[in-house]
């Protein structure tokens, strides 16, 4: 056996931001006692012999020997330890963190909700993960595969995913005009549920965001309009009058009797609110009181004594002090306005 045929230093110099396994290119090359292992950070190196999934090379710098490879040797059955070369199939995993990766509900979740009986939403968002068990990712779901990318793990993973989250929304009971303020919340939970989940096939979820929920056209314009109502009421004032403006306007536009007859109808109309609206407008000034300073009653303004006490009632100019009867609106002395 010559040396070409050994492999001597093992390494992944570099992998892809979307890559989680790379297989090593042995090429027919042997593993040679004293063969060199260099792991990076963010990787993890493993070795797979006989189909097994054995010895397990964390980040650092590695020579071998029995001491290191004990799964190897106990599966080669070597009783005297690592004495000679074996094949091996090398697999280097990504265990950096995966961010920003999609998911969405494909088809609508139905839930039952109370203002608008069943409803189809859909949901859609982003979550993180990382391989955290090297050894039990490889076993669990990429097996013998040569590459294994975030692509194949986002398939795989979609419809546990619809599920929880599917199992999350219909236990909540939260209210479709609430979803949108619970979407921190919702996510904490998925995270949570998936946690023992994750430890089965090697990974963790390390966020798991909602971003956006979708709600069919029918509802959605249920929505509008109750938002469209909820204005019109609190404002139902300020459109009767702009209405009434506004048909006046039209009507004069058209030369034509039921034209005229709107407009004088609309004018009429306007006339008699607006000679209202005046009208209050001197009631309120007529019913404008001040304070008898002998027994604190309130009286109106032009009263010259307190129908309370029988106190006269004195006013003084505020800028000369002179004295006026009530009801003056200038004083006397100086012309300031009362």
């Not at 430890?199 to 966020?207: D, H, V």
């Amino acid at each position: 056996m010559g040396l070409f045929n050994i492999l001597k230093l093992i390494e992944c110099k570099e992998m892809s931001s979307n890559l989680i396994v790379w297989k090593y290119p042995v090429d027919n090359k042997e593993v040679n006692k004293g063969s060199k292992v260099t792991v990076r950070e963010g990787q993890a190196c493993i070795f797979c012999t006989k189909g097994q999934m054995a010895d397990v090379f964390l980040p650092g710098f590695y020579t071998l020997d029995t001491d290191n490879i004990p799964l190897i040797t106990k599966i080669l059955s070597w009783k005297y330890g690592f004495e000679k070369p074996f094949k091996t199939d090398i697999y280097f995993v990504n265990t950096t963190q995966f961010t920003n990766m999609k998911w969405g509900t494909s088809n609508p979740i139905i839930i039952r909700d109370k203002d608008f009986g069943s409803v189809r939403l859909k949901a859609f968002g982003t979550y993180a993960f990382r391989v955290k068990d090297p050894y039990i990712f490889m076993k669990e779901l990429s097996g013998t595969l040569s590459v294994y990318t975030t692509a194949n793990i986002m398939e795989w993973l979609r419809s546990t995913l619809i599920t929880y989250i599917t199992d999350i929304i219909g236990e909540a009971k939260v209210p479709v005009l609430d979803m949108a303020s619970n979407q921190l919340e919702f996510g904490n939970i998925v995270k949570d549920k998936l946690k023992e989940y994750g430890k089965q096939i090697g990974i963790e979820i390390s966020a798991f965001n909602f971003e956006n929920f979708s709600l069919p056209d029918e509802v959605q314009k249920a929505l509008d309009q109750s938002a469209s109502l909820g204005v019109l009421g609190r404002n139902m004032d300020v459109y009767t009058r702009k209405a009434q403006a506004d048909a006046m306007v039209e009507a004069a536009k058209n030369p034509g009797t039921a034209g005229q007859g709107m407009g004088m109808g609309m004018g009429m109309g306007m006339g008699m609110f607006m000679a209202n609206q005046f009208n209050n407008m001197g009631q309120q000034q007529n019913e404008v009181k001040i304070v008898c300073p002998g027994c604190g009653n309130h009286i109106k303004a032009d009263a010259k004594f307190c129908p309370e006490c029988g106190k006269a009632i004195i006013r003084q100019c505020p800028k000369c002090a002179t004295t006026v009867t009530p009801g003056t609106k200038f004083c006397p002395n100086c012309g300031e306005k009362l």
